[in-house]
């Protein structure tokens, strides 16, 4: 087979601006920008540095081949994506590109709000370079695949992010493009049409020998579709090759990088620190035995302390929380505090430090990982801990002798059973 995507030497520069006075959410940055423009004086001696997202990226893409592109937040993925999808230029480099590329990076991508669904599919299809006929041979099909005909002569602006993923889907896999690229977009469709769009890839991959890039955390899903890996770290390429022996490399353990910090001298708002704890009791805090361990029995609560320091902008809707996943990259659970209605007393410039206890469901023997995250008003605060690796090992949950939860699931159900006298609940079935 010969090579479809060959890249060589690909880099990408950002500048980055500091300034004391910045804040991180988008808001506060437009704010910034508008002060340079009529204060210029106070943001003389602003400082700048150079971000390379990527530096000195190499690999090479086989036809038909379907190609995991895995990473930890900020290793560059969707950077990569964009630059081979023509979004955005590269700083440096060559980029090899043999056939035509229909991308999903995000949800609108390609597509006018002001066009109908069916004009976007023309639209779309023409930006790919496909004649008006051959985009009339797939219409049906297209509009078929994405379950959306009621809604096809109204503006795509008025569609759900939900209807939105399934056009744009549609339109990228069927109007036969040589190279499928596929970001993690796909999450926002139900698991129905996530499973539908799965199956389609393969049948472009396998079955009609093109070739379809794909980006996620959900590692589960990259096993199942993927037959060789990416993984990045950096911007370079740390390990490329079998899918399983990339994702394996991937999901191994890795040290925080910010591990040692002085989180009382550090002047970072957001997340300086996150550990995972375990309790023997079901009282409160005060009372229980509580053990800093990334190793925990299965019959035992898992906690998560967070060390936090608020910004003075840092006011309004504030959820704290983070997901779970298991050593497959399957996410099992989500929890924010702004779930429950918790409000946090917010000191600006101190550290807090706030705990989460699962009072629940129970995790099988497994490895799992919780990464950490913070919201103010729906944006995204800083974070110098991504994630926190812990173990959970075989012990009785029930008190009965079973500990062997082996082929079970991810979680033991802490259920209550009963027996009901069926001749006085009986109805009508």
Wanted: with cysteine; charged share 25%; net charge neutral.
């Amino acid at each position: 087979m010969h090579t479809a995507i060959k890249v060589e030497n690909l880099g990408k520069k950002y500048i980055i601006t500091h300034n004391k006075e910045n804040e991180y959410t988008f808001r506060g940055a437009m704010t910034q920008q508008v002060r340079r423009i009529f204060q210029p004086d106070k943001f003389r001696n602003e400082k700048t540095e150079e971000f390379w997202a990527l530096k000195d990226l190499n690999f090479e893409i086989r036809q038909g081949d379907r190609v995991g592109i895995i990473g930890h937040n900020g290793a560059g993925k969707s950077t990569t994506l964009k630059i081979l999808s023509r979004i955005t230029e590269p700083t440096q480099g060559s980029i090899s590109i043999k056939g035509r590329i229909a991308s999903l990076l995000e949800v609108g991508t390609g597509f006018h709000p002001e066009l109908t669904g069916r004009e976007n599919i023309y639209l779309n299809g023409t930006i790919l370079g496909m004649k008006r006929a051959e985009i009339d041979r797939k219409f049906d099909e297209i509009v078929s695949f994405s379950e959306v005909e009621k809604f096809l002569d109204t503006p795509v602006k008025r569609y759900s992010s939900g209807m939105f993923v399934r056009l744009a889907f549609a339109v990228a896999a069927h109007l036969e493009p040589e190279i499928l690229i596929v970001d993690e977009v796909l999450a926002v469709g139900d698991m129905n049409f996530q499973n539908k769009c799965l199956g389609k890839m393969e049948d472009v991959s396998k079955n009609q020998g093109r070739t379809v890039l794909f980006v996620s955390h959900n590692m589960g899903t990259i096993r199942r579709l993927c037959n060789q890996g990416i993984l990045l770290k950096g911007g370079q390429v740390q390990m490329s090759g079998n899918i399983n022996q990339v994702s394996a490399e991937y999901l191994k353990p890795v040290e925080n990088p910010h591990a040692g910090i002085d989180i009382f001298t550090t002047d970072t708002f957001g997340i300086l620190g996150c550990e995972v704890f375990s309790s023997e009791n079901s009282g409160p805090y005060e009372t229980e035995a509580i053990s800093f361990s990334r190793e925990i029995f299965a019959d035992q609560k898992i906690g998560f302390r967070f060390f936090v320091r608020f910004s003075e902008r840092m006011r309004g809707k504030i959820g704290l929380g983070g997901t779970i996943t298991d050593s497959a990259g399957n996410r099992l659970g989500t929890i924010f505090s702004d779930y429950y209605g918790t409000k946090f007393m917010v000191r600006p410039g101190e550290v807090t430090e706030i705990r989460v206890l699962n009072e629940g469901v129970h995790l099988t023997p497994g490895r799992y990982t919780f990464s950490p995250a913070l919201y103010c008003n729906d944006e995204k605060a800083r974070t110098l801990v991504e994630q926190v690796h812990f173990d959970i090992l075989p012990s009785d949950v029930f008190g009965f002798g079973h500990s062997d939860f082996q082929g079970q699931g991810p979680v033991v159900w802490n259920a209550r059973w009963e027996q009901v006298d069926v001749r006085t609940t009986a109805r009508t079935i």
